[in-house]
T-cell receptor, first 109, second 118 residues
Framework: SQQGEEDPQALSIQEGENATMNCSYK?????LQWYRQNSGRGLVHLILIRSNEREKHSGRLRVTLDTSKKSSSLLITASRAADTASYFCATGRNTPLVFGKGTRLSVIA | NAGVMQNPRHLVRRRGQEARLRCSPMKGHSHVYWYRQLPEEGLKFMVYLQKENIIDESGMPKERFSAEFPKEGPSILRIQQVVRGDSAAYFC????????????????FGAGSRLTVL
């Protein structure tokens, strides 16, 4: 299985702090994607990092990828209450995307 | 420019009834994916379709579940003789036809259909 596993399962931080979530996967990948899900809503794509990239930025998001360790991290800087959501990594290589169970992030104002 | 449209948003069925969930992909997208999410769980892949063609149904239960994406109209996920264990949120996603599998594509998700089986 190429399922990503996020860590930690839940994370609670104060507004303004940074939040770091990790994802590990099992087999080789073409790319790795991160999605966000607000409570009761569908998933929204955040960022895609290709297997030949090591780091990527998008606004307050920073994603790293270490293919030798089969792991990725998502860093959200200067968190806001609106960042409260579940975050999922997803992987796929010539298969439909496979999602992990996610990290539930709570940002306390 | 509407995104992925799913309906109904909420559906309540009694055990043994049928549930039909509909999904209209984003404009310009020709690939549709169905995922199921149980409470506090991630998304589990069910089926991947193009118009009039099932590409991958490896995640579909062997019985009671079926999916179609006709030439005209939305994709439909059909669950016959529902049981309480079918209660979940069912998400549809779509992608453009740039690659055979979504591993190279970003998925656009609908808001989901929440099925409750009494």
């Amino acid at each position: 299985s190429q399922q990503g596993e996020e860590d930690p399962q839940a994370l609670s931080i104060q507004e303004g702090e940074n939040a770091t979530m990790n994802c590990s996967y099992k087999t080789s990948i073409n790319n790795l994607q991160w999605y966000r899900q607000n409570s009761g809503r569908g998933l929204v794509h955040l960022i895609l990092i290709r297997s030949n990239e090591r780091e990527k930025h998008s606004g307050r998001l920073r994603v790293t990828l270490d293919t030798s360790k089969k792991s990725s991290s998502l860093l959200i800087t200067a968190s806001r209450a609106a960042d409260t959501a579940s975050y999922f990594c997803a992987t796929g290589r010539n298969t439909p995307l496979v999602f992990g169970k996610g990290t539930r992030l709570s940002v306390i104002a | 420019n509407a995104g992925v449209m799913q309906n109904p948003r909420h559906l309540v069925r009694r055990r043994g009834q049928e549930a039909r969930l509909r999904c209209s992909p984003m404009k310009g997208h020709s690939h549709v994916y169905w995922y199921r999410q149980l409470p506090e769980e991630g998304l589990k892949f069910m089926v991947y379709l193009q118009k009039e063609n099932i590409i991958d149904e490896s995640g579909m239960p062997k019985e009671r579940f079926s999916a179609e994406f006709p030439k005209e109209g939305p994709s439909i996920l059909r669950i016959q003789q529902v049981v309480r264990g079918d209660s979940a949120a069912y998400f549809c996603a779509s992608s453009p036809a740039r690659a055979q599998y979504s591993g190279a594509n970003v998925l656009t998700f609908g808001a989901g259909s929440r099925l409750t089986v009494l």
